[in-house]
C-alpha cells in the first residue's frame, strides 16, 4: 500500500487547511486510518483516528479544532485543520493506527503556522 499525503503549505495562526491522504489498494474502505504529525526535534505523534465505521478519536491537543473523515469511493482519508497554532507546525502524515504495524511512511505534507 501506498500513502501520499497533500495539501500542506504555509498560513498565518488562525487559518484552516485541508489535509488528503490517498491510499492505494482495495482494503481501504475496511481499514482504520489515522493521521500523525512530526515537529522539528520531537517524535511523531497521533493526531486523529478515524475507523471503518467513521468513529473518530483525536489527540487533546487538537481536539475541537480538527476534523477527519474519509471518502472510501476516493480512498482518501481528510484532516480539517481550523484554528491553526504556530504549535501545529510539522511535517503530517496518514497511516494505520498505532497499534498496527505501519505502511512505509512516505514523504508526508508540510504545514507551517506562522504569520
Known amino acids: 500500500v501506498q500513502l501520499q499525503a497533500s495539501g500542506g503549505g504555509l498560513v498565518q495562526p488562525g487559518g484552516s487547511l485541508r489535509l488528503s491522504c490517498t491510499a492505494s489498494?482495495?482494503?481501504?474502505?475496511?481499514?482504520?486510518m489515522s493521521w500523525y504529525r512530526q515537529a522539528p526535534g520531537k517524535q511523531r505523534e497521533r493526531v486523529a483516528t478515524i475507523s471503518s465505521g467513521r468513529s473518530t478519536s483525536y489527540a487533546d491537543s487538537v481536539k475541537g479544532r480538527f476534523t477527519i473523515s474519509r471518502d472510501n469511493a476516493k480512498n482518501t482519508v481528510y484532516l480539517q485543520m481550523n484554528s491553526l497554532k504556530p504549535e501545529d507546525t510539522a511535517v503530517y502524515y496518514c497511516n494505520l493506527p498505532p497499534n498496527y504495524r505501519p505502511y512505509y511512511w512516505g514523504q508526508g505534507t508540510l504545514v507551517t503556522v506562522s504569520s
Open positions: 489498494g482495495s482494503i481501504f474502505s475496511a481499514t482504520a
